[in-house]
């Protein structure tokens, strides 16, 4: 079994300050891990992923992740925040093995970028 | 390159009234998957397919059918629809790739009410 944990469901950080929105798992097997961004009325966009190899992943629009797995975390930093940058994060896992094909969700973070 | 694509967009419906909710994929994807998201829950995985013919359920299957009879084609049935249905629905398909999960690829949404 599998779960993620988000912490803050809503996170307000000034124009330019840094982003940090944190994620925790549990999982039986090595993990894949995800973020995903959701606009306003839209579906989701992958940010960026974790399966194997470097621990620091780089996404689109200057996001990163760093998979820290003593810590079981993979939280979501931008150096600096931009209004653009308001959405909700969700963090999500799923196993690595085959057969493991189901994806788990954190329930959000929403994000407000005060200008 | 269209993706994923639900239809309908929006819905209302009486409570009783039954509904499909179509899902095709164009990227070849063997997996395939039905969401419901509800503020503060996150996304809650309802169905899911490995595969054409092959369904199973996920968290939250109750009040829901499914139907994978070809492989770009998902459908999610409200037989009786309830007011606890009211959501916002995505689906959402995935591939493997010499046996690692690949990231799933979102529709844009149904956003179903109930009354």
């Known amino acids: 079994a599998q779960s993620v944990t988000q912490l803050g469901s809503h996170v307000s950080v000034s124009e330019g300050a840094l982003v940090l929105l944190r994620c925790n798992y549990s999982?039986?097997?090595?993990?894949?891990l995800f973020w995903y961004v959701q606009y306003p009325n839209q579906g989701l966009q992958l940010l960026l992923k974790?399966?194997?190899?470097?621990?620091l992943v780089k996404g689109i629009n200057g996001f990163e992740a760093e998979f820290k797995k003593s810590e079981t975390s993979f939280h979501l930093t931008k150096p600096s925040a931009h209004m653009s940058d308001a959405a909700e994060y969700f963090c999500?896992?799923?196993?690595?093995?085959?057969?493991?094909?189901?994806?788990?969700f954190g329930k959000g973070t929403k994000l407000s970028v005060i200008p | 390159n269209a993706g994923v694509t639900q239809t309908p967009k929006f819905r209302v419906l009486k409570t009783g009234q039954s509904m499909t909710l179509l899902c095709a994929q164009d990227?070849?994807?063997?997996?395939m998957y039905w969401y419901r998201q509800d503020p503060g829950m996150g996304l809650r995985l309802i169905h899911y397919?490995?595969?054409?013919?092959?369904?199973a359920k996920g968290e939250v299957p109750d009040g829901y059918n499914v139907s994978r009879l070809k492989k770009q084609n998902f459908l999610l049935g409200l037989e009786s629809a309830a007011p606890s249905q009211t959501s916002v629905y995505f689906c959402?398909?995935?591939?493997?790739?010499?046996?690692?999960?690949?990231?799933?690829?979102f529709g844009q949404g149904t956003r179903l009410t109930v009354v």
């Open positions: 990227m070849n994807h063997e997996y």
């Open positions: 959402a398909s995935s591939s493997l790739i010499t046996g690692a999960y690949t990231e799933a690829f």
């Open positions: 974790y399966t194997t190899g470097a621990t």
């Open positions: 999500a896992v799923t196993g690595s093995g085959a057969g493991s094909y189901q994806l788990t």
């Open positions: 999982s039986s097997v090595p993990p894949y």
């Open positions: 397919s490995v595969g054409e013919g092959t369904t």
